[in-house]
Nanobody, 123 residues
Framework: QVQLAESGGGSVQSGGSLRLSCAASGYTYSSYCMGWFRQAPGEEREGVAAITSDGTTSYADSVKGRFTISQDNAKNTLYLQMNSLKPEDTAMYYC?????????????????WGQGTQVTVSS
């Protein structure tokens, strides 16, 4: 049974930092692409960052230079380091896993999803 469990969300002021984690279990972690997505109220879910099994990364333009995705295959854990946070980064953040992913930031490409962790950035 595939499980993805996010943690690390919270409330910070603009300019602050947070580190999200996603603990994965129930599948061969290293064989999957992993991604971080976010969804604000009334908005569509959007891709934030993704990483392939060989370490290739992709970022949304809105977070380039501020967010860094990484993973520890030995721990089956995905991370998202978020720096210089802005109020517009406020959303529920989800991690996702996909076996065959074409468009790395395409939510429809991913098979498994976590429950999400809330990030709130105040001005």
């Amino acid at each position: 049974q595939v499980q993805l469990a996010e943690s690390g969300g919270g409330s910070v002021q603009s300019g602050g930092s947070l580190r999200l984690s996603c603990a994965a279990s129930g599948y061969t972690y290293s064989s999957y692409c992993m991604g971080w997505f976010r969804q604000a109220p009334g908005e569509e879910r959007e891709g934030v960052a993704a990483i392939t099994s060989d370490g290739t990364t992709s970022y949304a333009d809105s977070v380039k230079g501020r967010f860094t995705i990484s993973q520890d295959n030995a721990k089956n854990t995905l991370y998202l380091q978020m720096n210089s946070l802005k109020p517009e980064d406020t959303a529920m953040y989800y991690c996702a896993a996909g076996r065959w992913v074409g468009l790395l930031l395409g939510a429809y490409e991913y098979n498994y999803w976590g429950q999400g962790t809330q990030v709130t950035v105040s001005s």
